[in-house]
T-cell receptor, first 109, second 115 residues
Framework: GQNIDQPTEMTATEGAIVQINCTYQTSGFNGLFWYQQHAGEAPTFLSYNVLDGLEEKGRFSSFLSRSKGYSYLLLKELQMKDSASYLCAVRPARGKLIFGTGTRLQVFP | EAGVTQFPSHSVIEKGQTVTLRCDPISGHDNLYWYRRVMGKEIKFLLHFVKESKQDESGMPNNRFLAERTGGTYSTLKVQPAELEDSGVYFC?????????????FGPGTRLLVL
């Protein structure tokens, strides 16, 4: 079967760094995506990994290890506006995404 | 550039009624996807169009759901007759067919409540 696991909730303090982990078991692998979703809004694309290693994009970075079926999203210099759900999604082949249940991050002052 | 739009934003209907959801993808995106999130669960794939053709409809729950994309532009998803378990948020996403990583861009969703 297809399975993606990520923590349900996390909390952090403004200005801090937080790492959101994602492990996956899928029938194939053609890329891993991270999306941010504020309540009641559309999921918005944050990052994409298809090769092992770290992809950095401003305050956000994403890491992938295909052999371990593992990814993480790293958020630095946290801001209050980063409070949102973070969705890990794997594309097993061309086409559809398989999502985890999402990690709800709360940033406190 | 306009993003993916969905209509309506909310719909409340009674069991047994019919509802039609609409999605307008980003202009030029030939890939169009429908997903659904039931409360407390993950977002799940329903089906995938490439232009007007159904590429993958493996996620459609049953034959009460009918998706169309006539002309390869906007798409509709009709639920007839609606059941209580159809309640949830229906998302549409679109992506390019050629080039790039084919990121899927999502609409804000339609919140469907079946009473």
């Amino acid at each position: 079967g297809q399975n993606i696991d990520q923590p349900t909730e996390m909390t952090a303090t403004e200005g801090a760094i937080v790492q959101i982990n994602c492990t996956y078991q899928t029938s194939g692998f053609n890329g891993l995506f991270w999306y941010q979703q504020h309540a009641g809004e559309a999921p918005t694309f944050l990052s994409y990994n298809v090769l092992d290693g770290l992809e950095e994009k401003g305050r956000f970075s994403s890491f992938l290890s295909r052999s371990k079926g593992y990814s993480y999203l790293l958020l630095k210099e946290l801001q209050m506006k980063d409070s949102a759900s973070y969705l890990c999604a794997v594309r097993p082949a061309r086409g559809k995404l398989i999502f985890g249940t999402g990690t709800r991050l709360q940033v406190f002052p | 550039e306009a993003g993916v739009t969905q209509f309506p934003s909310h719909s409340v209907i009674e069991k047994g009624q019919t509802v039609t959801l609409r999605c307008d993808p980003i202009s030029g995106h030939d890939n169009l996807y429908w997903y659904r999130r039931v409360m407390g669960k993950e977002i799940k794939f329903l089906l995938h169009f490439v232009k007007e053709s159904k590429q993958d409809e493996s996620g459609m729950p049953n034959n009460r759901f009918l998706a169309e994309r006539t002309g390869g532009t906007y798409s509709t998803l009709k639920v007839q007759p609606a059941e209580l378990e159809d309640s949830g948020v229906y998302f549409c996403a679109s992506s390019q067919v050629q080039g790039g990583i084919k990121t899927q861009y999502f609409g804000p969703g339609t919140r469907l409540l079946v009473l």
